[in-house]
């Protein structure tokens, strides 16, 4: 089988796809799944439909996908290291002004942007450490 090569494009995808899940989970503009279904829920626990059961289970999974790739190709560490990487980044753009907090949900969106940046980091790293190293990642089989 053929692999297709990865793209500038193919990258774009993966944050697409990463910022789509991490802002439909949760947003500072409350349209997302927590203030859809989480927080009425926790009001009035009557208000929960079939049609938010699966929405939630397809984040879940969306979740699952996303984590398990992360760890997988960056390890705990590197994915430690990553998150510290682009904290510090944003931390650096606050410092020097670029950025300010004086809004109340900035911080928020900093920390939703960071967390969109590691997913999709860590979804690419395999393909990324390939192009970069000619180094291919291989699961070890079940024996």
Do not use: C
Not at 91 to 106: A, F, R
């Amino acid at each position: 089988m053929a692999r297709r090569p990865f793209t500038i494009a193919s990258f774009g995808y993966r944050v697409l796809f990463a910022l789509v899940l991490v802002f439909a989970t949760y947003n500072p503009l409350e349209y997302s799944y927590y203030h859809w279904a989480i927080r009425p829920l926790l009001a009035d626990p009557g208000d929960f439909t079939i049609l938010k059961a699966l929405v939630g289970v397809a984040l879940v999974i969306g979740w699952g996908v996303f984590l398990g790739a992360t760890f997988k190709s960056l390890g705990a560490i590197g994915t430690i290291l990553l998150t510290l990487l682009f904290g510090l980044f944003l931390w650096w753009m606050i410092d020097n002004g670029w950025i300010s907090l004086d809004e109340p949900g900035t911080m928020s969106w900093l920390i939703l942007v960071v967390l969109t940046a590691v997913l999709a980091v860590g979804i690419s790293w395999s393909h990324i450490r390939r192009r970069l190293t000619g180094q291919v990642d291989v699961e070890e089989a079940d024996q």
